[in-house]
């Protein structure tokens, strides 16, 4: 079955140019020009998957991310962005973005990373040579360097401190605390993590690391996810 996803953009070549390469990729798309209009696509008939533009006029993409994941729709969200700094996609992030693309954009950049997301949430149609994810026990909690997941209920804790993860930032976690000790690089993360690898040049992976050290640290505490330069990230407690 076509896949649905909801455009939103506001410069209306780029919204035409992509509805017509998404179109012809195979997905079935509501194309809109605003985020009013997308927040009211969204609630009449729910999209598999939302590509949103950052900048748009009254409500704009990060606001529409944020309303959505304030009613607890947890569609993945695919942002469009001209803002280039760590702390633009840091904003993207926290409002509830599961991945970005920075203009102007490789379309077959874009369609790469939609069949990623669409993946991880088991929307899409997997390649016959696509890994099988591992079955996971319910109810199974799995714990290391002081940390304890409850896999089924995604909720995580540092000690008595209970941590409020995204979704990605969740799996990314969980793959560094089922590896704890063992140092990943960063294409074994990319692949795990968003089914690509974007490659030396893309900074998607130290965004994501970075905010979830923000939301480990604890006073006093030791730092648990470390860099090994050149290589990749490992998680234990020195």
Request: glycine share 8%; net charge negative.
């Amino acid at each position: 079955m076509p896949q649905n996803v909801l455009l939103a953009e506001d410069d209306r070549a780029i919204r035409h140019a992509l509805e017509r390469a998404l179109t012809l990729e195979g997905y079935t798309v509501t194309a809109v020009a605003d985020g009013v209009e997308a927040l009211a696509q969204a609630h009449r008939t729910p999209p598999d998957v939302l590509v949103l533009d950052v900048m748009m006029p009254g409500i704009d993409g990060l606001q529409v991310c944020r309303v959505l994941r304030a009613e607890g729709d947890r569609t993945p969200i695919l942002m469009l962005t001209a803002l280039v700094e760590t702390a633009d996609r840091i904003a993207g992030l926290d409002a509830g973005a599961d991945d970005y693309v920075v203009k102007p954009f490789d379309v077959e950049e874009v369609f790469a990373r939609l069949r990623a997301l669409l993946r991880r949430t088991g929307n899409g149609t997997l390649d016959d040579d696509a890994p099988t994810p591992a079955p996971r026990t319910s109810g199974a909690q799995i714990s290391a360097a002081g940390l304890r997941m409850d896999i089924q209920a995604r909720r995580v804790w540092r000690g008595r401190r209970e941590l409020e993860l995204t979704r990605t930032e969740f799996e990314l976690l969980e793959l560094l605390v089922r590896n704890a000790g063992i140092v990943l690089d960063h294409s074994t993360i990319y692949d795990r993590i968003w089914g690509y690898d974007f490659g030396p040049g893309s900074k998607n992976l130290a965004v994501y690391v970075g905010y979830l050290r923000r939301k480990l640290d604890e006073p006093g505490a030791p730092a648990l996810i470390h860099t090994v330069r050149g290589v990749g990230y490992v998680l234990r407690e020195d």
